[in-house]
């Protein structure tokens, strides 16, 4: 069964850090496009940041350009988000996402073929 399985949630002062971690089991990551999409309460499931099958491309949401770094250990099998000056607004499920078909960086829901299980972050201000 092929799983990803986040980490790292949890609550955060605002201005705070925190680094995320996607582990995926039953099939290797390297050939993939992976991706970070975020859903906060009462809103649609956004995309956050994504990266290629060997870190050499990324994207980001304007929301979150300059604060968060998406990326990667293959030989792991994890890929990471590094969120820094965090902000109220960043309050979400935090879900690791996977295109499987694709080694280039998803940038739609549409583009994913595995969510992960989702990770709570509360930023308070």
């Known amino acids: 069964q092929v799983r990803l399985v986040e980490s790292g949630g949890g609550l955060v002062q605002a201005g705070g850090s925190r680094r995320l971690s996607c582990a995926a089991s039953g099939r290797t990551i390297d050939s993939s496009g992976m991706g970070w999409f975020r859903q906060a309460p009462g809103k649609e499931r956004e995309f956050v940041a994504s990266i290629d099958w060997i870190g050499g491309v990324t994207y980001y949401s304007d929301s979150v350009k300059g604060r968060f770094t998406i990326s990667r250990d293959n030989p792991k099998n994890t890929v990471y988000l590094q969120m820094n000056s965090l902000k109220p607004e960043d309050t979400a499920v935090y879900y690791c996402?996977?295109?499987?078909?694709?080694?280039?960086?998803?940038?739609?829901?549409?583009?994913?073929?595995?969510w992960g299980v989702g990770t709570l972050v509360t930023v308070s201000s």
């Open positions: 996402a996977a295109r499987w078909v694709s080694s280039a960086p998803p940038r739609r829901p549409d583009d994913i073929k595995q």
